[in-house]
């Protein structure tokens, strides 16, 4: 697991006594009336990251066409009075995190050490200026760099201390912080650095060539369809997107499985145990059909009230062996049969087995994990539950 770079910033924002509202309001001024100096520079590198493998095209879509800063509302699960912060998301997939004592810069997308061992300047200062430009429009006039994954700088990154306490306890711990970016590459577990961006060559910038030409926002249609429309070959394809939604229509119940691969988009509709239709076409725009035609599907009624949640569970390293094969065909096929879908698992180094998943027809469900494991000669030992609230119903044991 690699270690991240968290960016902290300091700021000159007055949080008391403010309510969300009005600190939002404050906030989304001032960004979206900031013209960035290298904006060209952070656009074409946010399509580069969209562009690489694989092709995120809602990216490339929203990267084109996103203008303002939006930030995230109070919700159930998000009170401001609870947690004093902020999301903004803007242009660019730029994304700052406002609290009482610092702005927390998530770009950009390096990890730590590669972040410190750059060799190329010019592109390590372009982000530099962004952060610059960023502190320097609320206020602050410097950063520091931290790191996470049980790193020693870890532990300083506490929403709860003033900027000024941080960097007392950086500096009790380590010292004076280092002048360049080469001196913590050298030491990465006993240094840190303060960045006051005076080292930046505003002179120069970095060549856009390599960013061009641009991607576009479309979806490439290069699949055989011949080949595709064949359920068969489709479960073995890893689709972008995949949902599988259902609706209970006169004690029958309709499922709507959608799928879509760059331009290759499913359609899959039946009625649970009696019959299915698949249609397969090739659309340059996917996945924004996809995106509408979920949103219409939803609309319709169709959802997830009808699952119910099951959990495999295997005991001992030949056991799961034995229904290895199967359980990887189960999660392929149960969503296949418009039955429902493999949720998440738990295993450890002996052998424990546990995998959860959700199917609407629960006789179904339990007949076709059965016969695969009939298919894949799986002799060993099963057990399977319906979860019920904190109670297990066993419904299966072998």
Known sequence: MGTDLWTIGNHKIKFKNKQF?????EIKIILDKAQFSNADFLRLAALSWANSEPKNVRQIREIKTKQEWTFEEESDYFNFQERKCIQFLGPFNLW??????RIIIWNPPYRYRHWFKMEDDIHRDEWRKYMFQIVTLFGGDRVIYLADNAHPLEGFFNDEVTFKKTEKALLKRFGNPKQTFKEVAADFENS?????????????????????????DTSSTEY??????????????RFNDEDLLHKLIDDKIHFYHIAVLEGLLCLHTGIVGESEKLEVVLDKYAPFTYDKLKTEIEQQGFGNQCLKSYTIKLIGEANSNSWRNALKNF???????GLGRIGGGYWDAKGKV??????VNETLALKLLL???EKYKSKGEIKVVRNEGDKEIVIYKH
């Open 354 to 359: 546990e995998k959860r998943f959700s199917a």
């Open 21 to 25: 509202g009005e600190l939002t309001k």
């Open 331 to 337: 999660e392929t096929d149960i969503l296949w049969n």
């Open 371 to 373: 016969d695969l494991g």
């Open 192 to 216: 840190y650095f303060i960045d006051y961006f005076k080292t930046i060559n505003w002179e120069t910038s970095e060549s856009l060539d390599e960013y061009l030409p641009e991607p576009d």
């Open 96 to 101: 700052l995190t406002f609290e009482e004592h």
């Open 224 to 237: 055989d369809l011949e080949k595709y429309s064949s359920k068969q070959n489709l479960k073995e394809l």
